[in-house]
């Protein structure tokens, strides 16, 4: 059964409107993107029917990753290689351990690179070190995808589910606090991993396809 997200963009205008994102920025980071970013590789192909674990920035060091498909949300990556575990993909807006990134993306990792109106710079200062797999952005465009999410953790849920995903583990995932592998992260994080809640919980009941490992 398809992943519907129509339930997805009445909340992203609450989101705007509570952080008083400008949507003329968002669009503006479409076009920068897909013309900085030339993506290869098939996405659809390393996560449809397969079981995937997202690896949060909130895991700690007795958490245990399962074996199978391992999505790192942005900076933890870094848990990730602490673990010798180079991860299939790395889903960031450009606010982690980005030479990090880069090292794996050389090693093999697939990197979902996400525009938003506030990475406009880091979009251009990455665009030479970076092979994207995949652009997302905000509001989908002739050369983005968007399968909705608003942190980098839930944005990898909801495209796992989108693109087929069997199952999809969660770990590391922590909405009361700011994880260690969070990077630089802005005022109102907590506010953000407030949504990041509501939208996994809705992603959970939707699909049964969602489960949160070592839930805190």
Known sequence: MSFAIDWWWPLQEEINTQFGFSRSREKASSRLISRLYKPKGDLPNIISNNTVTIVGAGITEKEVIPDGIKIAADGAVSACLERNIIPEII???LDGNLPEMVW???KGSKIVVHAHGDNLSRLF???????AICLTTTYPSSGTNCWGGFTDGDRSLMMSLKLGAKLVNLI???FDKVGPYSGHYSPRKIQKLSWAHKIVNECEERTGKVKILNRQ
């Open 91 to 93: 889903v960031t807006d």
């Open 104 to 106: 794996a993306n050389k």
């Open 125 to 131: 200062e990455f665009s030479t070190e970076i092979q």
């Open 172 to 174: 590391g995932f922590n």
